[in-house]
């Protein structure tokens, strides 16, 4: 006879005790307590949550009323404008899943996307009208509604959709009632990779994930309530980490910018007392090597800062002119970030380039991620905890994917033994905190030797002439590869390649030290990561 648990018996989940988590709820809330406070700001744009939350649901009533509904897919091309925030949450309120497009990708990129998934909509920015117009025509989905969004800070667009997003938003009901998800694992979006060595494939989130990141973001940043976030990071970019709907539940401030530049981002943070943003490694160092004449705010701002590792030289300099820098790190696939370099009160007592040189590490877990080791892939046996033994990074938890979109053999392939495997190295340092050291594309082997291409890239920011730095393998006849430095001086810097080569062999192993170096612009994706598989096919070319 088998025994009921006293905790169990009639203590059923209800409707009064048991809602699935969304992150819809916090613009509902938001907009019910502080319907006057400052939401969105652009241009001469200025919108408070009352407002904000109006045009979501209009927008969602419209959706619905066009047969848009529980599990249909709507794109949207768009920069950091007021619409594609509002997307996060009109979209998913009407059932749909909103799928935010990498507004740098080609007509053909675009085009596979809207056909694999299989978009009933799309949103399109008049700065990207002629390349959806392409897309659309190239995947052939001519039933496809194409709905343009008009911006007046724009000059010289031309529509290409069926209807407007404003002849949209009027066509909504104030009244509509949002469609919340009566289970938490059903899709909210849908994220796709860079797909730099295939086609891209399609990471999906669940409401549960990005309610319980959103919240983390809060939590792991010590965000005070009503915070000023400026939008330099993408919001296409794993649906900007989140921070859609963290700022919603912050009740804060959206501080929208089309273009990232050093003098609009400082003129922003000066003029709204900007108190959050968030880049690449690569937004740090243009603001760090602006010209002072910008910098004047005097207000505490703090930075988010992922993708690459990095240098603590770039932490180092954004935190000498009173900017505090956050270090996580995450995929696409977990909702972002979902690890964090947590800052202890005893290394305050540090000198700078101490204290840089620990926030340059990846970190610990964040507050919804569950599980986080370095481990041996083949065994799932963790690496010892002594900043040294190199393995992969794995995490668990609620916020990693669903999986990828129509994808069951890779989706099977990452959740290795009821892990994520993250195809990063990394170390585990002996306090616990993960250390990022390659992708494992990017480890360069070397005479049968592992040289971390951000070790090295570590080494030449270091060096003052340097602005930028990347390094990847190059096929070498005795050593099989050796380490190819491509580096972009500062303004008015001039340093030979054999002097910077030589400078590397003076700061680490000289077996790890560049053999080659090639000066110049880096190419970048638009989150600002440096596309290093465009480095490694001119690396290969240098020695055909």
Known sequence: MSHISIYESALDQTAANYVALTPLSFAERTAAIYPDQLAVVYGDIRRNWGETYD????????????????????????????????????????????????????????????????????????????????????????????????????????????????????????????????????????????????????????????HLNALSNIVTWGMAHHSRYLWTLPMFHCNGWCFPWAIAANAGVCVCLRAVRAEPIYQLIRDEKVTHFCGAPIVLNMLAHAPDELKDFSHEVKVMTAGASPPAAVIANMES??????????????????????????????????????????????????????????????????????????????????????????TEKSFNGGWFASGDLGVMHPDGYVELKDRSKDIIISGGENISSVEVEDVLYKHPAVMEAAVVAKPDEKWGETPCAFVELKPGQEISAKDLIAFCRQNMAHFKAPKTIVFGELPKTSTGKVQKFVLRDRARALTA
């Open 55 to 210: 045009r979501m649901v209009r927008v969602a009533s419209a959706l619905s009323k066009r047969g848009i509904g529980k599990d249909d897919t709507v794109s949207v091309i768009a920069a950091n404008i007021p619409e594609m925030f509002e997307a996060h949450f009109s979209v998913p309120m009407c059932g749909a899943v909103l799928n935010t497009i990498n507004t740098r990708l080609d007509a053909e990129a675009i085009a596979f996307i809207l056909s694999h998934a299989e978009a009933k909509a799309v949103m399109v920015d008049p700065k990207f009208a002629d390349v959806v117009d392409r897309a659309v025509k190239i995947s052939g989905r001519r039933d496809m509604l194409v709905i343009d969004i008009i911006d007046d800070t724009f000059e010289g667009a031309h529509r290409v959709g069926h209807i407007t997003y404003d002849e949209l938003l009027a066509e909504g009901d104030a009244d509509f009632t949002p469609i919340l998800p009566a289970n938490e694992w059903d899709a909210i979006s849908l994220n796709y990779t860079s797909g730099t060595t295939g086609d891209p494939k399609g990471v999906v989130y669940h409401h549960r994930g990005a």
């Open 321 to 410: 002119m009173g900017i505090e820098v956050t270090h996580v790190y995450g995929l696409t696939e977990t909702y972002g970030p979902s690890v964090v370099c947590a800052w202890k009160g005893e290394w305050n007592d540090l000198d700078g380039a101490q204290k840089a040189k620990l926030k340059a590490r990846q970190g610990v877990k964040n507050v919804a991620l569950s599980g986080l080791m370095v481990a041996n892939p083949d065994t799932l046996e963790e690496v010892p905890h002594d900043g040294v033994t190199m393995g992969e990074i794995f995490m668990r938890g609620n916020n990693v994917m669903k999986g990828y979109l129509k994808n069951p053999t890779s």
